[in-house]
């Protein structure tokens, strides 16, 4: 590299900060998994040039260390499922971090094969278990959770069966 993060072709051809960004983007990869995106955009602020940050990571994914599939449904379990995110929020989170819409689509379609039944159930256990309360404020937190409005009629439905109460539209 020159003196201002550039890389310069050496005498054989290759670029050179070839390696020093491939230890960065391990050193990153070490910490947690990231999208190939998200990745490109952090060497990208560390001054390697385009052509670089390219090669490192087509090398990564050569070797299996960079994987956008692989990472998206990681998060999913990870980060959304346990987290009490919806279907909505999930891809448009998956979105934000440059996932391939093929890949959200099909990691979204993974994470809820069985429907939003459980996850929306969960969510709505976990928010009354936390103190909330009120079958409007329910709805609102649940949409704002990315759950879609049938998850979310049902599941005030199913709860006020359990309490006596008829349920509102919202």
């Known amino acids: 590299m020159n003196d201002h993060g550039r890389a310069r072709r050496g005498d054989s051809g290759v670029l050179r900060g070839s390696a020093e960004a491939l230890s960065k983007?391990?050193?990153l990869l070490a910490l947690r998994p990231h999208f190939r995106a998200e990745l490109a955009l952090k060497l990208a602020r560390r001054a390697f040039e385009g052509e670089v940050v390219?090669?490192?990571?087509?090398?990564?994914?050569?070797?299996?260390?960079?994987d956008d599939l692989a990472a998206a449904r990681g998060f999913a379990e990870g980060k959304a499922l346990r987290a009490g995110w919806g279907p909505r929020r999930l891809r448009a989170e998956l979105a934000r971090r440059g996932v391939a819409d093929d890949t959200v689509a099909t990691v979204v379609a993974g994470a809820f094969a069985d429907g939003e039944g459980a996850a929306v159930r969960s969510a709505a256990e976990r928010w009354t278990a936390r103190g909330g309360s009120g079958r409007d404020r329910l709805a609102r937190y649940l949409d704002r959770r990315g759950f879609s409005k049938a998850a979310i009629v049902e599941i005030l439905s199913e709860f006020a069966g359990e309490s006596g109460s008829q349920h509102e539209e919202f």
């Open 25 to 27: 983007a391990v050193d």
């Open 54 to 66: 390219i090669a490192t990571l087509d090398r990564l994914e050569e070797l299996g260390y960079l």
